[in-house]
């Protein structure tokens, strides 16, 4: 007799041991394996082992549909093993299924929509290219400097988050949404569409900026590899690629929104920075970077925490905003760390300024100034090109007799 004919044949009024003890199987002292199924059932058992099985109500009969039934083997054969995990493989097939005929319609011709595995694939050649390949690759070579690539990047980048805000705007945010509870406009008119393709347009942004990080690993800038970089630039398009397919627009879209807003500016300042020491001048708001960040994840997550205040709201798929609420908050503790490394203990400034602090040697318009000597041709050491999705990176070399050389 097994579990289900258990269930069916012999349960009784649960106790600490069943009344009818011939009803149930002994538990096998080796040799088992459970498998799971998702099943509607009267009750379930649960097993431990080297005991017998026992029966439980299912709370009130409560969740039915989500009940969890177990089966056993007494014999842990190859053969039952691979039986079993064919069932498995069957049943996330079932929900991989049923996850692709709940995506938007409108979205699944636009390239890498779809299907999760194509954006998968891309994500997964990205870490083992920057994690593997990549630093093994320029263990023995010289930095690219790749300036010129580097400038004509981040001011595309620009262009393209502007274009991005504007399109957001003109598709619901400016226009008919309320900044509170707006739910999907799931139609096929003019505007609707135009907030589907800058969704896409959204999510495929963060796609181009994995460049990011193949600059950082091909300029050997190693140490901006941070854990908090990576897991930025990774989990931003996993996640929304999910977004764009079930929820292209709405109240979750708010957070695309400020984010290509924030990136106006980020990416105007790299390019900047990429540009030379000529102007470095201009780039007296550096310190500001990482505050603005925070402040996206602020507003962010204000906007998200209204939802859960709201007496009713249509929005079609909460998910998003749960998501959505509790990426504005991670990242929020996870850039407020860096802020106190950086600048409050200042664990990230480079060791020469903090020698030429000591020395009473400090950098004012390009002169350096040291112990009461003006050095007309002097530099700092280093040029801080701020935080880039929480890390700060430093180049263009040293000083040699007031002029500066490059690394």
């Known amino acids: 007799m097994d579990v289900q004919d258990t269930l069916t044949h012999g349960a009784r009024t649960p106790s600490l041991y069943p009344s009818d003890s011939a009803s149930f199987p002994p538990f096998p002292s080796e040799g088992w394996l459970f498998i799971h199924y998702l099943k509607s059932a009267e009750r379930f058992c649960q097993t431990e082992k080297g005991e017998r099985l026992f029966c439980f109500d299912d709370l009130g009969g409560r969740n039915k549909s989500v009940l969890v039934t177990l089966t056993w083997s007494q014999q842990f054969t190859t053969a039952n093993m691979l039986q079993q995990l064919q069932e498995l493989g069957s049943h996330a097939l079932d929900i991989y299924n049923y996850l692709l005929a709940g995506m938007d319609p409108r979205i699944k011709d636009y390239p890498l929509m779809g299907s999760p595995v194509p954006m998968t694939a891309v994500l997964l050649v990205y870490l083992f290219f920057i994690m593997y390949v990549g630093p093994r690759i320029m263990a023995n070579r010289k930095p690219f400097q790749l ?93 929304w690629w999910w977004g764009v397919n079930f929820a292209p627009g709405g109240m979750g879209s708010f957070h695309a929104m400020v984010n290509s807003s924030v990136h106006v500016i980020m990416y105007f300042y790299y390019g900047l920075s990429a540009a030379g020491p000529r102007f470095q001048k201009f780039l007296w708001w550096k310190k500001y970077m990482t505050a603005i960040q925070l402040t996206q994840f602020v507003l962010v997550s204000l906007h998200a925490t209204q939802y859960y205040f709201m007496d009713s709201c249509d929005y079609q798929f909460p998910t998003i905003i749960h998501l959505v609420w509790m990426y504005g908050t991670f990242f929020f503790i996870l850039f407020s760390n860096f802020w106190i490394q950086a600048y409050v203990k200042g664990k990230r400034l480079p060791k020469q300024d903090i020698k030429e602090q000591k020395n009473g040697k400090h950098q004012e318009n390009g002169k350096v100034h040291e112990n009461g000597k003006l050095y007309e041709n002097g530099s700092s050491n280093c040029i801080h090109h701020a935080a880039t999705n929480g890390s700060t990176h430093y180049e263009n070399g040293h000083t040699h007799n007031g002029k500066m050389k490059k690394a």
Not at 215 to 232: D, M, S, Y
Request: glycine share 4%; aromatic share 20%.
């Open 147 to 239: 300036k010129e690539a580097m400038i004509v990047y981040n001011f595309l980048l620009v262009a393209l988050s502007v274009y991005i805000v504007y399109e957001f705007l003109m598709s619901g945010w400016a226009t008919t949404y309320t900044w509170r509870c707006d739910a999907i406009d799931t139609s096929n008119g003019p505007q609707a569409l135009r907030m589907v393709s800058v969704a896409w347009l959204f999510w495929f942004s963060k796609i181009i900026e994995l460049m990011d990080t193949i600059f950082f690993v091909l300029r050997k800038k190693h140490g901006q590899i941070t854990f908090l970089h990576i897991f930025h630039h990774s989990f931003m398009p996993w996640t």
